[in-house]
């Protein structure tokens, strides 16, 4: 990886304080139960991204389908001070990988067009095909891009 030393750990509970606190700009603040509900049901697939004196360098939250099959991106956020330096593409690498161990087969997520370049680098492409028109229409309306990424391919790509 490019730029600083970067260690990716997983999210606990106590990590949810943090959650609550910190400047999510330019995201929008989440309620403070989504923050709880993905500390506390989906540290699995939630990481923390720290420098070497465990200051946080950025935060990825993401939560797995019911079945099993797939992975919703809720957040992906890199503190001003440490973009560009590869610490937003070594949290999602890991998450892909993190992914494929446990047998997800989709990463998926809604996002704008500013960050469609930064994902398609790290092997993502606009893609609702999954979701029922409707949903799909809505997505594009309301949410921006839908982006997803097909797990099983992640082996080649890597
Ligand atoms: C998007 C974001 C997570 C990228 O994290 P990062 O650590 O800065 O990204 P990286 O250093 O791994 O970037 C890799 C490459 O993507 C590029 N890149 C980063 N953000 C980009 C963007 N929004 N659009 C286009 N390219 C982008 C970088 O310039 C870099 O390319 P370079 O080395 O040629 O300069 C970070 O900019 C961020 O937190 N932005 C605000 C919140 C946000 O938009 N989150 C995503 C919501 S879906």
Redesign the pocket.
């Known amino acids: 990886m ?1 730029g600083a030393y970067v260690k990716i750990r997983n999210c606990t509970q106590k990590d949810f304080f943090k959650l609550q606190e910190m400047d999510w700009a ?2 929008p603040k989440e309620r403070d139960t989504i923050y709880l509900i993905l500390t506390i049901e989906h540290a699995a697939l939630s990481f923390v991204a720290e420098d070497r004196e465990g200051s946080w360098q ?1 935060v990825l939250l993401a939560s797995r389908s019911t079945d099993g099959s797939s992975c919703f991106l809720n957040h ?3 503190m001003s001070s ?8 070594a949290l999602v690498e890991h998450l892909k990988v993190r992914c494929a161990e446990i047998g997800i087969r989709r990463i998926w ?1 809604f ?1 704008n067009q ?2 469609r ?2 994902y398609q ?1 790290l092997g993502f492409e606009e893609d609702s095909s999954f979701l029922d028109e409707p949903l799909a229409e809505y997505a594009r309306l309301h949410k921006g891009l839908v982006m997803a990424i097909h797990v099983q391919s992640i082996g080649t790509s890597r």
Do not use: I, Q, W
């Open positions: 490019k330019p995201l950025g992906l956020l890199v440490s973009r560009s330096k590869g610490v937003g593409s997520f996002t500013n960050n370049a930064f680098r």
